[in-house]
């Protein structure tokens, strides 16, 4: 065997273990983000397990408030449904956008909820309602505690799978497409400070 064959030989040995070494990253880094958005998929369940709880409490009171009662229940059902669709699909374009405006709706009608309750004293110190406030509240920053995780992780994926050499392999890896970042159409508006005049 000639010295080129051998020099041909480790060669292409190097070149493979590189494309191992890039494939493991690749794989490494979309694990990352898969357990990112298992971790959102469980707040956010956790939240609309909540939400029910506190329509109940206020069903009471709230008895001519119906439309209120029915707009958080049908946006808390159709943003579990969409969780549920995202769950098969984490990072996909379309599941995020579409999860990205349920969650919009359903805070959207859980403002307008929180504004019909304050209208109502005996509810605003009902103890039951008190907890059930404070636990959505929690439930909410952990939300964003863990859609900040997931974001970072498909922000490391795509970076890597973006540069190169990752980009002329990641297709042929298994790896077709980018991530796609959970955003909530409130995002913006929360990256902006308050306007404060006197």
Same mark, same amino acid.
């Given at each position: 065997?000639?010295?080129?064959?051998?020099?041909?030989?480790?060669?292409?040995?190097?070149?493979?273990?590189?494309?191992?070494?890039?494939?493991?990253?690749?794989?490494?880094?979309?694990?990352?983000?898969?357990?990112?958005?298992?971790?959102?998929?469980?707040?956010?369940?956790?939240?609309?397990?909540?939400?029910?709880?506190?329509?109940?409490?206020?069903?009471?009171?709230?008895?001519?408030?119906?439309?209120?009662?029915?707009?958080?229940?049908?946006?808390?059902?159709?943003?579990?449904?969409?969780?549920?669709?995202?769950?098969?699909?984490?990072?996909?374009?379309?599941?995020?956008?579409? =999860?990205?405006?349920?969650?919009?709706?359903? %805070?959207? &009608?859980?403002?307008? #909820? @929180?504004?019909? $309750?304050?209208? *109502?004293?005996?509810?605003?110190?009902?103890?039951?309602?008190?907890?059930?406030?404070?636990? =959505?509240?929690?439930?909410?920053?952990?939300? %964003?505690? &863990?859609?900040?995780? #997931? @974001?970072?992780? $498909?922000?490391? *994926?795509?970076?890597?799978?973006?540069?190169?050499?990752?980009?002329?392999?990641?297709?042929? =890896?298994?790896?077709?497409?980018?991530?796609?970042?959970?955003?909530?159409?409130?995002?913006?508006?929360?990256?902006?400070?308050?306007?404060?005049?006197?």
């Amino acid at each position: 065997m000639s010295v080129s064959w051998m020099f041909f030989g480790v060669l292409l040995l190097a070149l493979a273990l590189y494309a191992v070494v890039i494939y493991n990253t690749l794989v490494r880094l979309k694990n990352q983000y898969l357990n990112g958005f298992a971790q959102i998929e469980v707040q956010l369940k956790r939240r609309y397990d909540l939400i029910p709880n506190m329509i109940e409490v206020a069903k009471k009171a709230m008895a001519h408030e119906r439309e209120t009662l029915e707009a958080v229940t049908l946006a808390r059902n159709e943003a579990l449904a969409l969780l549920n669709a995202a769950g098969q699909h984490p990072g996909d374009v379309n599941a995020m956008h579409n =999860l990205g405006a349920a969650q919009s709706t359903l %805070s959207d &009608a859980l403002a307008r #909820f @929180n504004l019909v $309750v304050e209208a *109502y004293p005996d509810l605003k110190t009902n103890q039951n309602m008190l907890q059930l406030t404070e636990e =959505l509240t929690s439930t909410e920053n952990r939300v %964003s505690f &863990a859609r900040q995780a #997931f @974001n970072d992780a $498909v922000m490391s *994926y795509n970076q890597y799978r973006q540069s190169f050499p990752p980009i002329a392999l990641a297709s042929v =890896l298994g790896h077709p497409t980018d991530a796609t970042l959970l955003e909530f159409a409130d995002s913006a508006q929360i990256q902006v400070a308050p306007a404060v005049r006197f």
